[in-house]
């Protein structure tokens, strides 16, 4: 079992930065997901970070956005630059590995992030 508490939304004005972290048990060995949720839209994959530290990000955060991970803290963070008012929405945290059949699948609770000036 993988528990996921995110932290580190809030308001922020337009080009301005926050770093969303989230803390995890046990999650070395899972890819590390942010997804984000607008309100009236789907919820959309932003950055994953691999078990081997790879990384992939949307083409709408790119240049602008870093996931990172510290096994030892059993953290992952995403680092936002240059926010935008369509960066608006609520950032969840999510970790995820098969294992043959097998798939586990984590969420947290959210974090919301509002970029307004």
């Known amino acids: 079992q993988v528990h996921l508490v995110e932290s580190g939304g809030g308001l922020v004005q337009p080009g301005g930065s926050l770093r969303l972290s989230c803390a995890a048990s046990?999650?070395?060995?899972?890819?590390m997901h942010w997804y984000r949720q607008a309100p009236g839209k789907q919820r959309e994959l932003v950055a994953v970070?691999?078990?081997?530290?790879?990384?992939n990000y949307a083409d709408s955060v790119k240049g602008r956005f870093t996931i990172s991970r510290d096994n030892a803290k059993s953290t992952v963070y995403l680092q936002m630059n240059s926010l935008k008012p369509e960066d608006t929405a609520v950032y969840y945290c999510?970790?995820?590995?098969?294992?043959?059949?097998?798939?586990?699948?984590?969420w947290g609770q959210g974090t919301q992030v509002t970029v307004s000036s």
């Open positions: 970070i691999t078990s081997g530290g790879s990384t």
């Open positions: 999510n970790a995820y590995k098969e294992r043959g059949a097998i798939s586990y699948d984590y």
């Open positions: 046990g999650f070395s060995t899972y890819d």
